[in-house]
């Protein structure tokens, strides 16, 4: 099944167990890439972003917003 991630969906990374908002999804340059609002005890930019491709192999939904807010 594939993954369909939306702007204001709570996800998980499994490896790390950081959580994550999504606040955009961009298609630049042939690539759609993900702005990612990190929490916990993450040193890196925030917002930071992760290529679609990368997000759909290392994350998981954890809460998705309501379809009338898409």
Sequence with gaps: MDKTF??????KFPDSGYL????????EYNTTN?????SGDYN????TYMSMG???????????VPSANR
């Design 34 to 38: 993900a702005t990612l609002w990190i």
């Design 54 to 64: 990368m997000l759909k192999r290392r994350a998981v939904i954890m809460s998705e």
């Design 20 to 27: 994550a908002v999504i606040l955009d999804i961009a298609t």
């Design 6 to 11: 939306k702007i204001g969906d709570l996800i």
């Design 44 to 47: 890196g930019p925030i917002p």
